[in-house]
Protein backbone atom coordinates (compact mmCIF):
# COMPACT_ATOMS: atom_id res chain seq x y z
CA UNK A 1 0.00 0.00 0.00
CA UNK A 2 3.16 2.49 0.75
CA UNK A 3 4.39 1.95 -2.81
CA UNK A 4 0.61 2.25 -3.91
CA UNK A 5 0.35 5.69 -2.55
CA UNK A 6 3.57 6.93 -3.44
CA UNK A 7 3.19 6.31 -7.09
CA UNK A 8 -0.24 7.92 -7.13
CA UNK A 9 1.19 11.09 -5.17
CA UNK A 10 4.52 10.95 -8.03
CA UNK A 11 1.66 11.05 -10.77
CA UNK A 12 -0.20 13.82 -9.48
CA UNK A 13 2.79 16.15 -9.03
CA UNK A 14 4.48 15.50 -11.85
CA UNK A 15 1.21 15.96 -13.66
CA UNK A 16 0.96 19.28 -12.41
CA UNK A 17 4.79 20.63 -12.25
CA UNK A 18 4.50 20.43 -8.49
CA UNK A 19 8.28 20.75 -6.95
CA UNK A 20 8.46 18.09 -4.51
CA UNK A 21 10.44 19.11 -1.11
CA UNK A 22 9.38 16.24 0.89
CA UNK A 23 12.05 15.18 3.39
CA UNK A 24 13.87 11.95 2.45
CA UNK A 25 13.48 10.92 6.25
CA UNK A 26 9.86 11.21 6.18
CA UNK A 27 9.24 9.90 2.01
CA UNK A 28 11.62 7.37 0.05
CA UNK A 29 12.86 8.87 -2.79
CA UNK A 30 11.30 6.94 -5.91
CA UNK A 31 13.78 4.82 -8.27
CA UNK A 32 14.41 5.52 -11.52
CA UNK A 33 11.50 2.92 -12.76
CA UNK A 34 8.63 4.65 -10.61
CA UNK A 35 9.72 7.85 -12.03
CA UNK A 36 9.05 6.87 -15.43
CA UNK A 37 6.17 5.07 -15.09
CA UNK A 38 5.12 8.18 -13.39
CA UNK A 39 6.10 10.40 -16.51
CA UNK A 40 4.69 8.18 -18.73
CA UNK A 41 0.81 8.38 -16.81
CA UNK A 42 -1.56 9.65 -19.77
CA UNK A 43 1.61 9.89 -22.01
CA UNK A 44 1.00 8.55 -26.28
CA UNK A 45 4.57 8.01 -28.55
CA UNK A 46 1.96 7.97 -31.28
CA UNK A 47 1.86 12.14 -30.78
CA UNK A 48 4.51 14.66 -31.36
CA UNK A 49 5.33 17.07 -28.27
CA UNK A 50 3.62 19.78 -30.25
CA UNK A 51 1.46 17.94 -31.76
CA UNK A 52 -1.40 21.26 -32.44
CA UNK A 53 1.24 23.95 -31.80
CA UNK A 54 4.42 24.61 -33.48
CA UNK A 55 6.38 22.26 -35.38
CA UNK A 56 9.28 20.39 -33.24
CA UNK A 57 12.54 21.49 -33.44
CA UNK A 58 15.03 18.71 -33.53
CA UNK A 59 18.49 19.42 -33.40
CA UNK A 60 21.47 16.60 -34.76
CA UNK A 61 25.00 16.49 -33.87
CA UNK A 62 27.05 13.89 -35.68
CA UNK A 63 30.80 12.43 -34.42
CA UNK A 64 32.20 10.44 -37.24
CA UNK A 65 34.46 7.32 -35.77
CA UNK A 66 35.77 6.09 -39.23
CA UNK A 67 35.50 6.41 -42.98
CA UNK A 68 36.88 2.84 -43.74
CA UNK A 69 36.09 2.69 -47.68
CA UNK A 70 35.49 4.96 -50.07
CA UNK A 71 34.77 3.26 -53.35
CA UNK A 72 35.39 5.15 -56.16
CA UNK A 73 33.79 2.65 -58.93
CA UNK A 74 30.26 2.52 -57.35
CA UNK A 75 30.79 6.58 -55.79
CA UNK A 76 29.39 5.24 -52.57
CA UNK A 77 31.55 5.34 -48.68
CA UNK A 78 31.50 3.59 -45.61
CA UNK A 79 31.20 5.54 -42.42
CA UNK A 80 30.71 5.04 -38.71
CA UNK A 81 29.56 7.15 -36.36
CA UNK A 82 27.68 8.82 -33.56
CA UNK A 83 24.69 10.16 -34.14
CA UNK A 84 22.82 12.42 -31.10
CA UNK A 85 19.18 13.82 -31.34
CA UNK A 86 18.23 16.47 -29.18
CA UNK A 87 14.42 17.65 -28.99
CA UNK A 88 12.24 19.14 -26.22
CA UNK A 89 8.99 17.53 -24.85
CA UNK A 90 7.01 18.80 -21.96
CA UNK A 91 4.85 16.13 -21.27
CA UNK A 92 8.34 14.58 -19.98
CA UNK A 93 8.88 17.48 -17.61
CA UNK A 94 9.36 16.86 -14.05
CA UNK A 95 11.00 18.31 -11.05
CA UNK A 96 10.82 15.37 -8.61
CA UNK A 97 14.27 14.68 -9.47
CA UNK A 98 15.82 17.69 -7.95
CA UNK A 99 18.88 16.84 -7.00
CA UNK A 100 19.82 14.83 -10.57
CA UNK A 101 20.62 16.74 -13.73
CA UNK A 102 19.19 14.20 -16.11
CA UNK A 103 18.38 10.35 -15.87
CA UNK A 104 19.17 7.76 -17.98
CA UNK A 105 16.11 5.09 -19.27
CA UNK A 106 16.30 2.53 -21.42
CA UNK A 107 12.84 2.39 -23.18
CA UNK A 108 12.98 3.88 -26.14
CA UNK A 109 10.06 2.29 -27.23
CA UNK A 110 7.85 3.82 -24.57
CA UNK A 111 8.42 7.60 -25.96
CA UNK A 112 8.15 9.68 -28.80
CA UNK A 113 11.17 9.34 -31.00
CA UNK A 114 11.70 11.48 -34.38
CA UNK A 115 11.52 9.28 -37.41
CA UNK A 116 14.53 10.59 -39.20
CA UNK A 117 16.56 8.52 -41.62
CA UNK A 118 19.32 8.74 -43.76
CA UNK A 119 18.03 9.54 -47.66
CA UNK A 120 21.21 8.64 -49.61
CA UNK A 121 22.08 5.14 -47.54
CA UNK A 122 21.80 1.86 -49.06
CA UNK A 123 22.82 0.26 -46.10
CA UNK A 124 22.42 1.02 -42.58
CA UNK A 125 23.90 -1.25 -39.31
CA UNK A 126 23.17 -0.28 -35.89
CA UNK A 127 25.60 -2.57 -34.23
CA UNK A 128 24.67 -4.27 -30.96
CA UNK A 129 21.76 -1.78 -31.15
CA UNK A 130 23.04 0.42 -27.98
CA UNK A 131 21.44 3.83 -27.55
CA UNK A 132 21.04 6.26 -25.11
CA UNK A 133 18.13 7.83 -23.85
CA UNK A 134 18.33 10.62 -21.57
CA UNK A 135 15.69 12.86 -19.63
CA UNK A 136 15.78 15.90 -18.30
CA UNK A 137 14.01 17.24 -15.53
CA UNK A 138 12.74 20.63 -17.93
CA UNK A 139 11.90 18.18 -20.57
CA UNK A 140 14.49 17.92 -22.48
CA UNK A 141 15.54 14.84 -24.38
CA UNK A 142 19.17 13.47 -25.67
CA UNK A 143 18.85 10.06 -27.84
CA UNK A 144 22.04 8.93 -29.05
CA UNK A 145 23.02 5.58 -31.05
CA UNK A 146 26.12 4.43 -33.48
CA UNK A 147 25.76 3.72 -37.13
CA UNK A 148 27.40 1.77 -39.87
CA UNK A 149 26.28 2.69 -43.20
CA UNK A 150 27.00 2.52 -46.47
CA UNK A 151 25.55 5.59 -48.46
CA UNK A 152 25.86 6.80 -52.19
CA UNK A 153 27.13 10.34 -53.45
CA UNK A 154 27.52 11.82 -56.76
CA UNK A 155 31.48 12.50 -56.90
CA UNK A 156 33.34 14.27 -60.10
CA UNK A 157 36.56 12.47 -61.52
CA UNK A 158 37.71 15.05 -64.37
CA UNK A 159 40.99 16.07 -62.23
CA UNK A 160 41.43 12.17 -61.07
CA UNK A 161 44.04 11.27 -59.61
CA UNK A 162 44.59 14.95 -58.27
CA UNK A 163 40.82 15.11 -57.72
CA UNK A 164 38.47 16.44 -54.36
CA UNK A 165 35.29 15.02 -54.01
CA UNK A 166 32.34 15.91 -51.35
CA UNK A 167 30.96 13.28 -50.19
CA UNK A 168 27.59 13.59 -48.34
CA UNK A 169 25.05 12.47 -45.75
CA UNK A 170 21.46 13.11 -45.99
CA UNK A 171 19.08 13.13 -43.15
CA UNK A 172 15.63 13.93 -43.13
CA UNK A 173 11.88 13.26 -41.29
CA UNK A 174 10.36 10.40 -42.92
CA UNK A 175 6.66 11.33 -42.35
CA UNK A 176 6.69 14.23 -40.52
CA UNK A 177 6.53 17.66 -42.98
CA UNK A 178 8.11 20.83 -42.66
CA UNK A 179 5.38 22.22 -40.70
CA UNK A 180 5.14 19.35 -37.97
CA UNK A 181 9.40 19.01 -37.71
CA UNK A 182 11.79 21.20 -38.24
CA UNK A 183 15.36 19.83 -38.41
CA UNK A 184 18.75 21.86 -37.66
CA UNK A 185 22.58 21.19 -36.52
CA UNK A 186 22.75 21.87 -32.95
CA UNK A 187 25.60 24.15 -33.73
CA UNK A 188 28.45 25.09 -36.07
CA UNK A 189 30.73 22.52 -34.62
CA UNK A 190 27.57 19.86 -34.65
CA UNK A 191 29.94 17.37 -37.39
CA UNK A 192 33.12 16.38 -35.49
CA UNK A 193 36.08 13.56 -36.80
CA UNK A 194 38.15 10.98 -34.95
CA UNK A 195 40.96 11.24 -37.69
CA UNK A 196 41.15 13.46 -40.41
CA UNK A 197 43.23 10.32 -43.06
CA UNK A 198 41.78 7.72 -43.87
CA UNK A 199 43.41 5.60 -46.41
CA UNK A 200 43.09 6.88 -49.82
CA UNK A 201 42.33 10.09 -49.51
CA UNK A 202 42.74 13.43 -46.99
CA UNK A 203 39.77 14.87 -45.26
CA UNK A 204 39.95 18.67 -46.02
CA UNK A 205 36.85 20.21 -44.71
CA UNK A 206 33.44 19.28 -43.25
CA UNK A 207 30.62 21.35 -43.41
CA UNK A 208 26.77 21.33 -42.96
CA UNK A 209 24.29 22.74 -44.44
CA UNK A 210 19.90 22.82 -43.72
CA UNK A 211 17.19 23.63 -46.66
CA UNK A 212 13.75 22.18 -47.46
CA UNK A 213 12.89 20.23 -50.26
CA UNK A 214 9.58 19.80 -52.17
CA UNK A 215 8.03 16.46 -52.61
CA UNK A 216 4.77 15.57 -54.19
CA UNK A 217 3.66 14.37 -50.45
CA UNK A 218 4.64 17.95 -49.26
CA UNK A 219 7.88 20.09 -48.02
CA UNK A 220 10.32 18.27 -45.43
CA UNK A 221 13.34 19.52 -43.71
CA UNK A 222 16.77 18.30 -43.98
CA UNK A 223 20.03 18.43 -43.03
CA UNK A 224 23.18 17.52 -45.12
CA UNK A 225 26.48 16.48 -43.32
CA UNK A 226 29.47 16.97 -46.33
CA UNK A 227 33.06 16.14 -45.88
CA UNK A 228 35.46 17.52 -48.42
CA UNK A 229 38.20 14.95 -49.60
CA UNK A 230 40.92 15.23 -51.19
CA UNK A 231 43.07 12.04 -52.95
CA UNK A 232 46.37 11.34 -51.75
CA UNK A 233 48.22 10.46 -55.25
CA UNK A 234 51.18 9.70 -54.86
CA UNK A 235 50.39 5.93 -55.90
CA UNK A 236 49.48 7.27 -59.31
CA UNK A 237 52.98 9.32 -59.53
CA UNK A 238 54.77 6.42 -58.92
CA UNK A 239 52.62 3.24 -60.59
CA UNK A 240 51.37 5.42 -63.82
CA UNK A 241 53.30 9.10 -64.63
CA UNK A 242 57.00 8.28 -63.32
CA UNK A 243 56.78 4.88 -65.78
CA UNK A 244 55.41 6.64 -68.86
CA UNK A 245 58.03 9.38 -68.85
CA UNK A 246 60.88 6.80 -68.56
CA UNK A 247 59.32 5.12 -71.52
CA UNK A 248 58.48 8.33 -73.62
CA UNK A 249 62.37 9.47 -73.09
CA UNK A 250 64.09 5.92 -74.08
CA UNK A 251 62.00 6.20 -77.23
CA UNK A 252 63.58 8.97 -77.90
CA UNK A 253 66.77 7.09 -78.57
CA UNK A 254 65.47 5.84 -81.84
CA UNK A 255 66.53 8.76 -83.12
CA UNK A 256 70.06 8.32 -82.49
CA UNK A 257 70.49 4.84 -84.04
CA UNK A 258 71.68 4.42 -87.38
CA UNK A 259 67.78 3.50 -89.86
CA UNK A 260 69.96 0.88 -91.70
CA UNK A 261 69.55 -1.03 -88.41
CA UNK A 262 65.87 -1.53 -88.38
CA UNK A 263 65.34 -4.69 -86.51
CA UNK A 264 67.33 -2.53 -83.73
CA UNK A 265 64.84 0.58 -84.16
CA UNK A 266 61.49 -0.83 -84.59
CA UNK A 267 62.50 -3.92 -82.14
CA UNK A 268 62.75 -1.03 -79.38
CA UNK A 269 59.54 1.22 -80.08
CA UNK A 270 57.20 -1.69 -79.89
CA UNK A 271 58.89 -3.03 -77.25
CA UNK A 272 58.46 0.43 -75.20
CA UNK A 273 55.08 0.57 -77.03
CA UNK A 274 54.27 -2.57 -74.78
CA UNK A 275 55.52 -1.72 -71.60
CA UNK A 276 53.64 1.41 -71.92
CA UNK A 277 50.91 -0.83 -72.45
CA UNK A 278 51.75 -3.02 -69.36
CA UNK A 279 52.11 0.18 -67.00
CA UNK A 280 48.69 1.50 -67.42
CA UNK A 281 46.70 -2.11 -67.23
CA UNK A 282 44.05 -1.67 -64.31
CA UNK A 283 43.61 1.97 -63.94
CA UNK A 284 40.66 2.36 -66.34
CA UNK A 285 38.78 -0.47 -64.22
CA UNK A 286 39.48 1.01 -60.72
CA UNK A 287 36.41 4.34 -62.07
CA UNK A 288 32.65 3.60 -63.24
CA UNK A 289 32.37 4.33 -66.98
CA UNK A 290 32.55 7.84 -67.42
CA UNK A 291 31.00 9.73 -70.13
CA UNK A 292 33.94 12.14 -69.81
CA UNK A 293 37.83 12.25 -69.96
CA UNK A 294 39.57 12.32 -66.68
CA UNK A 295 42.98 14.05 -66.13
CA UNK A 296 45.11 10.58 -66.03
CA UNK A 297 43.68 9.60 -68.88
CA UNK A 298 44.46 12.47 -70.97
CA UNK A 299 48.31 12.27 -69.65
CA UNK A 300 47.73 8.51 -70.58
CA UNK A 301 46.71 9.05 -74.15
CA UNK A 302 49.13 11.59 -74.81
CA UNK A 303 51.88 9.55 -73.98
CA UNK A 304 50.50 7.06 -76.14
CA UNK A 305 50.49 9.87 -79.18
CA UNK A 306 54.58 10.19 -78.40
CA UNK A 307 55.06 6.63 -78.78
CA UNK A 308 53.41 6.42 -81.47
CA UNK A 309 54.85 9.45 -83.39
CA UNK A 310 58.41 7.72 -82.44
CA UNK A 311 56.99 4.95 -84.68
CA UNK A 312 55.69 6.78 -87.39
CA UNK A 313 58.33 9.32 -87.67
CA UNK A 314 60.82 5.59 -88.18
CA UNK A 315 58.31 4.64 -90.50
CA UNK A 316 58.50 8.10 -92.83
CA UNK A 317 61.99 7.38 -93.11
CA UNK A 318 61.65 3.81 -94.40
CA UNK A 319 59.16 4.97 -96.92
CA UNK A 320 61.07 7.59 -97.80
CA UNK A 321 63.87 5.34 -98.78
CA UNK A 322 61.98 3.55 -100.60
CA UNK A 323 60.00 5.63 -102.69
CA UNK A 324 64.16 7.05 -103.67
CA UNK A 325 65.52 3.06 -104.18
CA UNK A 326 63.36 2.81 -106.61
CA UNK A 327 63.27 6.11 -108.84
CA UNK A 328 67.26 6.18 -107.90
CA UNK A 329 68.41 2.75 -109.40
CA UNK A 330 65.90 3.59 -112.36
CA UNK A 331 67.67 6.68 -113.50
CA UNK A 332 71.37 5.01 -112.53
CA UNK A 333 71.27 1.77 -113.62
CA UNK A 334 72.55 2.06 -117.14
CA UNK A 335 74.84 4.71 -116.28
CA UNK A 336 76.91 2.49 -114.04
CA UNK A 337 77.22 0.13 -116.72
CA UNK A 338 78.13 2.74 -119.17
CA UNK A 339 80.98 4.60 -117.30
CA UNK A 340 81.81 1.26 -115.35
CA UNK A 341 81.68 3.09 -112.22
CA UNK A 342 83.57 1.37 -109.44
CA UNK A 343 81.18 1.94 -106.83
CA UNK A 344 78.00 0.11 -106.49
CA UNK A 345 74.52 1.76 -107.22
CA UNK A 346 73.54 0.78 -103.84
CA UNK A 347 76.35 2.09 -102.35
CA UNK A 348 75.84 5.83 -103.91
CA UNK A 349 72.07 5.51 -102.82
CA UNK A 350 72.77 4.55 -98.95
CA UNK A 351 75.03 7.75 -99.34
CA UNK A 352 72.10 9.88 -101.21
CA UNK A 353 69.66 9.36 -98.40
CA UNK A 354 71.80 9.47 -95.48
CA UNK A 355 71.72 13.03 -95.61
CA UNK A 356 68.05 12.85 -96.08
CA UNK A 357 67.32 10.58 -92.63
CA UNK A 358 69.98 12.46 -91.06
CA UNK A 359 68.19 15.69 -91.25
CA UNK A 360 64.47 13.77 -90.22
CA UNK A 361 66.04 12.58 -87.14
CA UNK A 362 67.75 15.93 -86.13
CA UNK A 363 64.53 17.62 -86.53
CA UNK A 364 62.71 14.97 -84.08
CA UNK A 365 65.78 15.50 -81.72
CA UNK A 366 64.46 18.93 -81.16
CA UNK A 367 60.85 18.91 -82.10
CA UNK A 368 60.10 15.73 -79.79
CA UNK A 369 61.22 17.14 -76.37
CA UNK A 370 60.43 20.51 -77.34
CA UNK A 371 56.34 19.40 -77.44
CA UNK A 372 56.71 17.10 -74.49
CA UNK A 373 58.05 20.04 -72.53
CA UNK A 374 54.82 22.00 -73.22
CA UNK A 375 52.56 19.34 -72.81
CA UNK A 376 53.95 19.06 -69.28
CA UNK A 377 53.66 22.91 -68.54
CA UNK A 378 49.98 22.99 -70.42
CA UNK A 379 48.84 19.70 -67.92
CA UNK A 380 50.63 20.32 -64.66
CA UNK A 381 49.51 24.28 -64.97
CA UNK A 382 46.32 24.32 -66.43
Known amino acids: MNKLATLLLLLFLCHHGIVCNVNSAAMPQPSVDELWKSLLFNYSRLERPTFRGDPVTVEVSMYILDIPKVNIKTMSFEMD ?150 RRGQLYIISAYLPLIVVVLMSWLSFWINPKLIILRLGLLVTLLLLAALCVLGFDTELPKLAYATSLSNWISLHFVFLSSALVEFMLIHMIWGRRSIQYLQEHEIEDKVEGETESTCQKFRNCLCGTSSRLDLASRVLFPGFYILFNIIYWVA
Request: proline share 3%.
Open 81 to 230: FYFRMRWHDDRLRCELFADLEYIDVPYKKEIWVPDLFFVNAQEVHNPNSNFLLRLYKDGRVLYSTRYVIRARSIMDFKNFPTDENMIRLDIESYAYTSDKMMIKWQSKQSLGLNSERITDFIIKNLTTRESVIHLSTGSYSRVYAQITLK
